[in-house]
């Protein structure tokens, strides 16, 4: 497993801006997948978006194309979520985590291994 350390949460006004860094730690980060995920209270946790480990190939969550970008430093073991024209619904905890499986790519939570302890985004209206 890998640790993960999450980062960037906060609170922001609709139509804001946010960027979530993830912190990556224990593993060869550059072979493994990462995502975000998000769940808000009484919702199950929902995927965002993925990022394959080359970063050559991403995939997002239909409620977010267009206003998040999922991208990775390798060089820095970190992952990024840039998060644009938030919206109240997208307030939630969100949550980076590592696939479980090198080279390969999923947006099934169950395929991903390690979690961060996530980061509260609040967005009002």
């Known amino acids: 497993q890998v640790q993960l350390v999450e980062s960037g949460g906060g609170l922001v006004q609709a139509g804001g801006s946010l960027r979530l860094s993830c912190a990556a730690s224990?593993?060869?980060?550059?072979?493994?997948?990462m995502g975000w995920f998000r769940q808000a209270p009484g919702k199950e946790r929902e995927f965002v978006a993925a990022?394959?480990?080359?970063?050559?190939?991403?995939v997002y969550g239909d409620s977010v194309k267009g206003r998040f970008t999922i991208s990775r430093d390798n060089a820095k073991n970190t992952v990024y979520l840039q998060m644009n024209s938030l919206k109240p619904e997208d307030t939630a905890i969100y949550y980076c985590a590592a696939h479980r499986t090198p080279y390969s790519m999923s947006t099934d939570p169950n395929n991903f291994d390690s979690w961060g302890q996530g980061t509260q985004v609040t967005v009002s209206s």
């Open positions: 224990g593993r060869t980060f550059s072979t493994y997948a």
């Open positions: 990022i394959r480990g080359s970063g050559l190939r991403t």
